[in-house]
Structures are given as structure tokens and as C-alpha cells.
């Protein structure tokens, strides 16, 4: 069946440096991808997406490109902040299915 | 726009009990799917709700029911509570004709079996 991984946490940077969370999925077809982040006490935000192959998604100074030919789905941003301490989860869905396919999420924690 | 609303926000509940979740979802979403996550992982599907009917199913058990009012507002009924029940409940609406995939979801309902 279809899966995602994604890398173990948690990741602990410093303010303004660069980030990159791994994202792999399997799947039997072409699905869409996501990253969602949930902030300590809240529920999960859409942080970007992509539709197909080459997409590149992004929002806030978060990027992610969708690679077919790795299955990958990398996150990243160029320089972090304090308030970006928080967890992210990548996620894989089908149009014409209903169910979001999420991974196990990665905590980031960005120092002062 | 309140966004996605669940109640309540945490709920402590004894083995063998029931118990009722309910999410109200976004202004103008029709489709309410519901989500559990246990402590340290990713959502996992239980079911989603379009007009008033369970379209698709994770891989739950039957204790795991649930129900959508004609203000698309849903319900989620867990029977026979287990210690492994514990976890937060996250509800996802979506628009189905603005494509379903993209969901906002509420900030859960904390879910404790002792």
C-alpha cells in the first residue's frame, strides 16, 4: 500500500539556518503531496503542496518539490525562525480518494 | 470564520465505556473527515463523511462509528473503549467540488482511556 517517510526528529537548528526535512512516499499511482505543520497546542495547517511531477509548492518561505524519479518530496527553507519550532508532517492523497496518507512527522526545534 | 471547531477538547473516559466527538467544520465545507493520532505519530484515516453518508473507510474496527447532520456538522462514536483508543482525534473539512485533498483541519480532541 502507499506510505510515507519521513526523517526522524527531532531536528535542532539554530535562528536564520538552513533547513531541510526528507520526505519519501511509495504509491501505486501519480498522488498529490502535502506538508502540513502543527504548532504546539493546534491542530494541523496546509503548509504547501504540489499535484504532480516537478510541482514545486511553496508558502512562507518553505519550499518543496515533487521528484518523481526519487519519490521524494523534500521541505525545506532557507533560513528559520524561533517560530517555526513545530512539527511537520508530509502527506500523500489520490483525487478520487478520500483519505490523506500522512507520515510520522518530524519535530523542529530552532534555537535562539 | 471559526475555521474547524471540535468538542470537546480533551475528554477522560474509563475502559469499556462510549464516547462522542463533534466537529463542526468550515464555513461553507461539505465533506468532514476524521483522523486519529497517537502520541508521537502521523494521522491515520478513519473515515470521511459527504452528504450525510461514510464514503470511505480506514482500517478501524466497528466500535468506530460516526454521523453527519444535514449542516454537515459530524459526530464520531467510539464503543467499548480501549486503553489503545487514547489518542487526539483531529476532524478535516473539505469542499468536494474545490477538491477534497486540500483539508483544514480543527485542533483535535484529546482522548484519554484509564
Known amino acids: 500500500g502507499d506510505s510515507v517517510t519521513q526523517m526522524e526528529g527531532p531536528v535542532t537548528l539554530s535562528e536564520e539556518a538552513f533547513l531541510t526535512i526528507n520526505c519519501t512516499y511509495t504509491a501505486t499511482g501519480y498522488p498529490s503531496l502535502f506538508w502540513y505543520v502543527q504548532y504546539p497546542g493546534e491542530g494541523l495547517q496546509l503548509l504547501l503542496k504540489a499535484t504532480k511531477a516537478d510541482d514545486k509548492g511553496s508558502n512562507k518561505g518553505f519550499e518543496a518539490t515533487y521528484r518523481k524519479e526519487t519519490t521524494s518530496f523534500h521541505l525545506e527553507k532557507g533560513s528559520v525562525q524561533v517560530s517555526d519550532s513545530a512539527v511537520y508532517f508530509c502527506?500523500?492523497?489520490?483525487?478520487?480518494?478520500?483519505?490523506?496518507?500522512f507520515g510520522s512527522g518530524t519535530r523542529l526545534q530552532v534555537q535562539p | 470564520d471559526a475555521g474547524v471547531t471540535q468538542s470537546p477538547t480533551h475528554l477522560i473516559k474509563t475502559r469499556g465505556q462510549q464516547v462522542t466527538l463533534r466537529c463542526s467544520p468550515k464555513s461553507g465545507h461539505d465533506t468532514v473527515s476524521w483522523y486519529q493520532q497517537a502520541l508521537g505519530q502521523g494521522p491515520q484515516f478513519i473515515f470521511q463523511?459527504?452528504?450525510?453518508?461514510?464514503?470511505q473507510r480506514g482500517n478501524f474496527p466497528d466500535r468506530f462509528s460516526g454521523h453527519q447532520f444535514p449542516n454537515y456538522s459530524s459526530e464520531l462514536n467510539v464503543n467499548a473503549l480501549l486503553l489503545g483508543d487514547s489518542a487526539l482525534y483531529l476532524c478535516a473539512s473539505s469542499l468536494r467540488d474545490r477538491g477534497w485533498t486540500e483539508a483544514f483541519f480543527g485542533q483535535g480532541t484529546r482522548l484519554t482511556v484509564v
Open positions: 463523511y459527504y452528504e450525510e453518508e461514510e464514503r
Open positions: 502527506a500523500l492523497a489520490y483525487t478520487g480518494r478520500r483519505a490523506l496518507t
